[in-house]
């Protein structure tokens, strides 16, 4: 076998491919090597004028300091927050501190459970995004946090069951690249460093990390897919500054994520234009000299393969020094980005379970949680217009759900990791706010279902019946509506098996079977399917309720009693069948030492392969009902005066943070106009999908939201930039405008075109 010139060959690489028995290139699975990229780029500050600033004072600071303090600012110590990078006492840097994320501060108490990203990602809404990422900064903020782990934006949810899906807004790199942007900026504004994660590829949980069986998973990807698809949503969060990017835990052609110079020096630092730092995600890394000239900054949560082992590294020359100052100036430079030198307290992260001082820093955060909570609840079904309750005086609720937990809480370091009573897995029993993990939150206090509908009953002088845990509760003669409340349950560190339950479905028909008026309200970390049930008879309404952080319960009664009109819309498509799925169903099982998943469907997942496979889904990507509805009409496009339109961006130009600047010019803005024709106000999320000549038959290129009291109209408006219109050119290493004529559609869902043009270009 010809041995690539790499010194990313590890031993362990080798001896995986004398074990696999493979004898010739040919024989090497799909993709093969990483191809090395050295060394890395530092890191200038010339990308912007704050960065320039930030690079002068952290240069004059690294030049202060020795070769064992600048090692020392590499890794990570036990301290007070989840991770504690290394301080100079001796000039009075700290070090930074970080903490999870990404649905509000994971750990300590008086701190804001949020919705979880998927949530946020179902309310369409921009506003919401932007707000919901300085609410976070300000928690953050408080604390004397520097980093925050999140916004996620990867895993993007290429594999159904994949147990860390609803950390993100899901399977579009459009939607997920537009809340990464919000939540960056958001952050960011109030003075704390966003940690965009996770870079990149890490697709499932099942042998992301090395276990006895061998090395992780190796996500092999094409490099038009990696741009297409996995690195697009990050573009847009680098473009919005972020500080800090996380590396995975897998591989990427069979090289750890976090010592991959491809991934780290190649696409993020050189053609990117990442300004900040790379951290290892916790315990990732997986040898020293590769991770260091790989790219990685800082490893998290301990010293791992550095430490001393770095300082003789460059001491010997297998670390240059650049690289070490690099490290440094580009974890310094973040941190002056963000002046956390004049602004940002001292962390102050209390247990809750020892004695300690109150540090509230919650502000009115609650309003905007119970805000985003009803604009991210789904009506998927209506018959009738059951929905909203119209002062039902005699209500029944059903099951496991719609209660909290029902034994004690005993790990205040996180909601919802409580495997103890999850039935099969699937289900959480108690109801489930938001998944579980180190992207789980530690509430103040959780509004169930039950308690926000009982306190509606009350001040309806009405009559409340309750049954959490029957599979076939007891008939209730005169109930106007039957509540049922299933979830499907996700978690870090594992994947699902199944998009459904048996226990939750048949409690669903049992409920069905004996009540008329019979709404099902779903909390799902993830896609869930519902073809067991969703066309029965008795079953009048259906309520994707998502994941809503600790204002669920006033969120859905906001809902179902018409306070808030639905608008928010699915960020998955519901198959009727799992298998429906395809090859991504499932996370890839590969017992062998060096696993490999072959990520052979490019950029076909989620609508994008259902559409090229002609599967008619139950819902739809981006289906969502209101309690009004809305007429489109007067599509207009219009070319920007002046917009170059050559194939490739400007060769002269150099890249900024994000990518080349040109990718993000206008070329089109496409207006169109909504009325609302019903008879209440609600808001519409108006969705522009993109044919793109060679790439998938639609695609999600723009969504504007728009609230709108009956007979009012307004233009939704989607700027169509040269990056949206383009695809990867594999041979010119670039974003190529292809001349030709692309479709143009707008409408209320993926399926759903109302409204259909074209352009050319
Ligand atoms: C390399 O492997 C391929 C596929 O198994 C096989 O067809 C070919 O004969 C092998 N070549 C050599 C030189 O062994
Ligand atoms: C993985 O290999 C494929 C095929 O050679 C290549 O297109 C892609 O850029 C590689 N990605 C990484 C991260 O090495
Ligand atoms: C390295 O950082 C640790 C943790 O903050 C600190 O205790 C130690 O004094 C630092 N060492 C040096 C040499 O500055
Ligand atoms: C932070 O600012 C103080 C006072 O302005 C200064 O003395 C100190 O050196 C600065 N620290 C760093 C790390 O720049
Ligand atoms: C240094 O390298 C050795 C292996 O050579 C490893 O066992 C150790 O954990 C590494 N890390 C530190 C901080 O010494
Ligand atoms: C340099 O030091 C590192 C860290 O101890 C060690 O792993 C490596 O083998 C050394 N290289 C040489 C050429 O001595
Ligand atoms: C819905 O309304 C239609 C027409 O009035 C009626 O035939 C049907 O029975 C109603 N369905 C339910 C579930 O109430
Ligand atoms: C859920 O918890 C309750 C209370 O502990 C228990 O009665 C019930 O059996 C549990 N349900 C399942 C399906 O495990
Ligand atoms: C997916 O995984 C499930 C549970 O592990 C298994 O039963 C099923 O056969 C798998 N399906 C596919 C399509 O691989
Ligand atoms: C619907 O509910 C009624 C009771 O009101 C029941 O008689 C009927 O069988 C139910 N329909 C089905 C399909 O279960
Ligand atoms: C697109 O058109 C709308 C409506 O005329 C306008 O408000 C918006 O500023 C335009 N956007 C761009 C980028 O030109
Ligand atoms: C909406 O317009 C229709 C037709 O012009 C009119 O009959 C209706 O009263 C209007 N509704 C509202 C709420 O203004």
Redesign the pocket.
């Known amino acids: 076998m010809k041995l690539p010139a790499s010194s990313l060959l590890t031993a362990a690489f080798l001896l995986g491919q004398a074990k696999a028995g493979w004898?010739?290139?040919?024989?090497v699975p799909f993709y093969g090597l990483s191809p090395p990229v050295y060394p890395t780029l530092q890191g200038s500050g010339s990308t912007s004028p704050t960065w320039t600033l930030a690079y002068k004072r952290a240069r004059e600071f690294v030049s202060q300091l020795t070769l064992e303090e600048k090692v020392n600012m590499t890794n990570g110590f036990t301290g007070v927050c989840v991770g504690n990078s290394g301080s100079v006492p001796r000039l009075g840097f700290k070090g930074l501190c970080f903490e999870d994320a990404p649905a509000g501060i994971r750990g300590p108490d008086f701190v804001s459970a949020f919705p979880a990203g998927m949530h946020l990602g179902q309310t369409w809404d921009k506003k919401l995004m932007r707000a919901y990422g300085k609410a976070l900064g300000e928690e953050y903020h408080g604390k004397g946090v520097n980093v925050a782990l999140g916004p996620v934006g990867g895993g993007i949810g290429r594999v159904t069951r994949a147990g860390r899906n609803w950390e993100g807004p899901g399977p579009d790199p459009y939607l997920t690249g537009e809340q990464m942007e919000a939540i960056v900026l958001g952050v960011q504004g109030e003075g704390v460093i966003a940690c965009s994660k996770h870079w990149l590829l890490n697709e499932q949980e099942y042998r992301r990390l090395p276990s006895a069986l061998g090395e992780s998973m190796s996500s092999n990807v094409d490099d038009a897919t990696i741009h297409e698809l996995y690195a697009w949503p990050f573009m847009n969060a680098l473009r919005a500054g972020t500080g800090a990017i996380m590396c995975s835990y897998q591989r990427a052609n069979n090289s750890y994520s976090c010592q991959n110079s491809k991934l780290l020096n190649g696409l993020l630092k050189t053609e990117l234009g990442f300004e900040g730092f790379v951290v290892s995600d916790w315990a990732a890394q997986q040898s020293g000299i590769s991770t260091a000239n790989a790219g990685l900054d800082i490893v998290m949560p301990n010293a791992g393969w550095w430490g001393k082992n770095l300082t003789q590294a460059v001491n010997n020359g297998s670390v240059s020094i650049d690289r070490l100052d690099d490290m440094v100036t580009r974890t310094l430079a973040s941190y002056f980005f963000l002046d956390q030198n004049t602004t940002l307290p001292s962390p102050q992260i209390f247990s809750p379970t020892v004695q300690h001082p109150i540090l509230d820093v919650r502000g009115d955060h609650d309003k905007l949680i119970r805000e985003i909570g009803s604009a991210g609840h789904i009506l998927v079904k209506n018959t009738n217009n059951t929905l909203p309750l119209k002062k039902p005086r005699y209500v029944s609720i059903f099951g496991f759900d719609a209660e909290v937990k029902p034994v004690p809480w005993t790990n205040p370091l996180r909601y919802g990791g409580g495997y103890e009573v999850n039935f099969g897995w699937e289900t959480f029993n108690g109801t489930l706010i938001v998944g579980g993990g180190s992207g789980s939150n530690t509430p103040s206090y959780i509004i169930s279902p039950f308690k926000a509908i009982q306190d509606r009953v009350i001040a309806d002088r009405g009559v409340l019946r309750w049954d959490f845990y029957s599979q076939d509760p007891v008939p209730e003669a005169n109930t106007e509506v039957a509540l049922v409340f299933i979830n499907a349950y996700a978690s870090e560190s594992f994947d699902r098996t199944s998009l459904s339950d048996e226990f939750s479905d048949t409690l669903v028909l049992n409920v069905a079977s004996k009540h008329p008026n019979t709404v099902v309200i779903l909390h799902s970390a993830g896609p869930r399917v519902v073809d067991a049930w969703i066309e029965h008879e008795n079953i009048t309404a259906v309520i994707f309720a998502g994941l809503p952080g600790q204002e669920s319960g006033h969120a859905l009664v906001d809902v179902l009693y018409g306070d808030v009109n639905p608008s928010g819309k699915l960020i998955h498509t519901i198959a009727k069948r799992d298998e429906d799925y395809g090859n991504v169903l499932n996370s890839t099982v590969d017992q062998s030492a060096f696993p490999q998943s072959d990520f052979t469907e490019g950029v076909y997942i989620d609508y994008r392969a259902f559409d090229r496979d002609g599967i008619e889904p139950r819902f739809s990507f981006g289906y969502g009902l209101s309690y009004t509805s809305f007429e489109y009409s007067g599509i207009n496009i219009a070319q920007t005066t002046g917009a170059h339109t050559s194939a490739y961006p400007s060769s002269d130009v150099s890249v900024v943070q994000g990518g080349h600047p040109e990718l993000w010019d206008v070329l089109f803005n496409v207006t169109a106009s909504i009325t609302n024709v019903g008879k209440v106000a609600g808001a519409e999320a108006a969705q522009l999908y993109l044919g793109i000549p060679t790439a998938p038959i639609r695609q999600l290129r723009g969504f504007d939201k728009v609230f709108l009291k009956p007979n009012e109209t307004a233009t939704v408006a989607f700027a169509l930039t040269r990056r949206d219109l383009s695809i990867w050119d594999v041979v010119a290493q670039q974003w190529k405008l292809q001349s030709a004529v692309y479709n143009v559609s707008v409408g209320a869902s993926s399926r759903d075109l109302r409204l259909n043009s074209i352009l050319s270009v």
């Not at 004898?23 to 024989?27: A, D, G, H, Q």
């Open positions: 004898t010739n290139e040919s024989e």
